[in-house]
């Protein structure tokens, strides 16, 4: 006689769990959001959250983002990459030579195959010989910065709008319009109502003109917490960031999972290259990835190696990053919305009874307030600082809260759990 033995069911107390925290996620937005909203109509700062900012923000966000996803394979797997920066720069080539000869949608693939490439590189060094990973990745970065020039002086100087150093009149990938939502929350937006206005900026943004490449971002972020977190392969591959022996005991063949993880993290980076050419700007410059591969890593530290916090890191530096192209009013009120971020998190730590985080964030709220009440204005270079700034706060007084895979970066070898 056969059994069938009975399908696994979710247990509630799970979906309770579950529930909660997609409660959790929406009251942080709402939340977020009203304080926004609360700075603009107190500071008069129509800018700081209009629909072009948000889409500015948004696309400034998604190449910091893609490296940050980069990171978080590679260190989820045991390997810090350092070498995104080579990654992304590699991938600034591959999508503007692509691009050139087959359209936006080849020139996506040219940028993922040469971040791969980089990717391999580290992998190799790495993974089969044991290189220590900073050297690695700091090798990878100078050697993609010198190979990209030498290709873009040999493919792009005699190409039409090309040069030794850049090559513009590329193709874009298409943009997401939705006409009638998009001009009506847009419209909705400019009225400058509490809260109502801020939310359809929001819409707005989403709907008027954005480019395709932000939602299959945001795709990947989804795709990246579901495949690591939700399935056996996330499993094996998170187990070899953790305890590299014991996942080898078990029957996991640790190289490859190691490998893959690192080339996947050139993938992503080179996606970000990708974003850089044909959305961020209108085409390719050598030199133009400017440290965001290093801000990605920051920003997969800043999340607490997880693509959701990943993409709130990466979401902080691009809106500042955006900011710097605002009037000077908006980049004034933001001064009085760090402030108040301070005193949120002043107050989240007190409920937790740490007492002296809450006094470090508590006074440094106060002399971003008295700064803003006692300026006119700011430089604007004050907006591109406010991430780093944000980043030192977090290490500096957040690091108990924060938590890298426990083998991340520890050399290994196969056997060592014999």
Sequence with gaps: MTTTAPEPTQSPDGRIARLGRGYLWLLVTVGFLAIVSTVRVFSGAGQLNSVGTLQAALIATCPILLAALGGLWSERSGVVNIGLEGGMILGTWGAAYFTYFYGP???????????????????IATVTFGVDHIVSGVAINIIAAGAVSFLAEAYFRDLQGGGIKQLTGLDTPPRIEIPWLGEAASDLAGQGWFFVSDLSAVVGALTNGLSIMVYLVAGLVVL????????????????????????????????RYKYI?????????????????????????????????YIGLAAMIFGNWRPFGAAGAATMFGYTDAMQLR??????????????????????????????????????????????????????EFAGMTPYVATLLVLALGTQRLRMPAADGKPYKKGQAG
């Design 261 to 293: 993880g690192v080339v996947m993290s050139g993938v992503f980076a080179g996606l970000g290259g990708y974003m850089l050419v044909l959305v961020s700007s209108s085409g390719f410059v050598t030199g133009q990835t400017g440290g965001r591969g």
């Design 327 to 380: 009037s000077n009013d908006a980049v004034h009120a933001l001064l009085l919305l760090v402030a108040v971020l301070l005193f949120v998190f002043a107050i989240l730590r007190l409920r937790q009874g740490d007492r002296l985080n809450t006094s470090l964030y508590a006074i440094i709220g106060v002399a971003f307030l008295v700064w803003f009440f006692n300026s006119d204005s700011v430089p604007r």
């Design 105 to 123: 949608w080849v020139g996506l693939i040219g940028a993922a195959l040469m971040g791969a490439l980089g990717g391999i590189l580290h992998a």
């Design 224 to 255: 990246t917490w579901w495949v690591l977190w939700h399935t056996a392969f996330g499993l094996r591959l998170r187990s070899c960031g953790e305890n590299p022996q014991a996942a080898e005991t078990l029957g996991v063949n640790v190289y």
